[in-house]
């Protein structure tokens, strides 16, 4: 049954289509702007323009949508620019929205403070003496705001990030309340405090400037408080879920697919693409094969679709 390709593909048990993966798409100020990640070859930021002709290429390869991340012109406390009706991502949402690429594509807005606070956090920052705390309820108004302008602006889904508590339920009701009733909303309901989003701070020029993000992001080493931040998540609403990373986390991704009969997709993220990349230069790793290996693997585990840098490479590919 392995003998042949037609054999092996015949019997094939888990397959992967340009239209389940979304390309990640860094949006930044200016005009013509091609600014390449040091730590993510492939990468870049992009200004509105280039965000565009980003879209044309991804509808030509057919992959599922996009995840559109910001970087202001300026941040402060409370992260006006990600609430703002004319910032960055704002402004690339309605400059996509009227094209023929953007018909093709789920256009996704992430749903985040961090890009947009002068200190790096994805909440507003309460200082108590020397302590510091990220205030939840302060930061749901913001998010749920962020979220609506998004949507008003043309994303067909809001993807929030921040893991703050009831973001879901506020962001459902402050969408409805604007008739954006339509709109569903993908929580990232499982995301881990993870080392391997070093390479994403630098793309989205996003890392706290003090503390680190322990205190909102989950323990790497909890699989039945993910499975209860989903389950509240549905409870609040949520359409879609986004599980993140993925290769560390493969079990909870299974957990999850067996355990809600939901859409479920993963993030392979800036890491996860960062460390294979690293190899690729070196030519220690094979890196058609081993790219595949691991896009193959998370749809195995469980997941309906991925978000993941690969997604041009991959489709070319497949
Ligand atoms: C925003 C956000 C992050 C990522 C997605 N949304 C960064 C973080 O939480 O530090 C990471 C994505 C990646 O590493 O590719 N909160």
């Given at each position: 049954m392995r003998r042949t390709e037609p054999l092996r593909r015949l019997v094939r048990e888990t397959r992967l289509e340009p239209g389940q993966m979304v390309l990640p798409v860094f949006v930044c100020p200016g005009e013509g702007v091609r600014r390449a990640i040091g730590s993510m070859p492939g990468v870049a930021n992009l200004s509105v323009d280039e965000a565009v002709k980003e879209a044309?290429?991804?509808?030509?390869?057919?992959?599922?949508?996009?995840?559109?991340?910001?970087?202001?012109?300026?941040?402060?406390?409370?992260?006006?620019?990600?609430?703002?009706?004319?910032?960055i991502v704002q402004t690339a949402l309605r400059a996509l929205?009227?094209?023929?690429?953007?018909?093709?594509?789920?256009?996704?807005?992430?749903?985040?403070?961090?890009?947009?606070?002068?200190?790096?956090?994805?909440?507003?920052?309460?200082?108590?003496?020397?302590?510091?705390?990220?205030a939840n309820d302060a930061s749901v108004d913001l998010l749920a705001r962020t979220a609506v302008s998004l949507a008003e602006a043309g994303a067909d889904v809001v993807a929030p990030s921040d893991m703050m508590d009831g973001r879901v339920a506020a962001m459902r009701r402050a969408l409805d309340a604007a008739k954006l009733v339509e709109t569903p909303i993908l929580s990232y309901a499982a995301k881990f405090a993870s080392a391997f989003y070093g390479p994403f701070r630098?793309?989205?020029?996003?890392?706290?400037?003090?503390?680190?993000?322990?205190?909102?992001?989950?323990?790497?080493?909890?699989t039945r408080e993910a499975m209860r931040e989903i389950a509240l998540d549905l409870g609040e609403g949520a359409d879609m879920i986004l599980m993140k990373p993925g290769m560390p986390y493969l079990d909870v991704l299974r957990e999850a697919r067996e355990r809600f009969e939901i859409p479920l997709g993963v993030y392979q993220v800036s890491g996860e693409y960062s460390m294979l990349q690293a190899a690729f230069?070196?030519?220690?790793?094979?890196?058609?094969?081993?790219?595949?290996?691991s896009l193959i693997g998370l749809r195995r585990a469980g997941a309906d679709f991925i978000v993941t840098y690969f997604a041009k490479d991959a489709a070319r590919l497949l």
């Open positions: 044309e290429t991804a509808a030509e390869l057919g992959l599922g949508g996009l995840l559109l991340f910001g970087l202001p012109e300026a941040k402060d406390e409370v992260a006006s620019g990600a609430w703002d009706a004319n910032g929205r009227g094209t023929a690429a953007a018909r093709k594509l789920v256009l996704m807005a992430d749903v985040c403070l961090c890009e947009y606070t002068s200190h790096g956090h994805c909440g507003v920052v309460e200082k108590r003496g020397e302590e510091f705390t990220v630098e793309a989205a020029d996003s890392a706290p400037q003090f503390g680190d993000r322990r205190s909102y992001q989950m323990d790497g080493a909890n230069e070196r030519g220690w790793l094979e890196p058609e094969r081993a790219m595949m290996e």
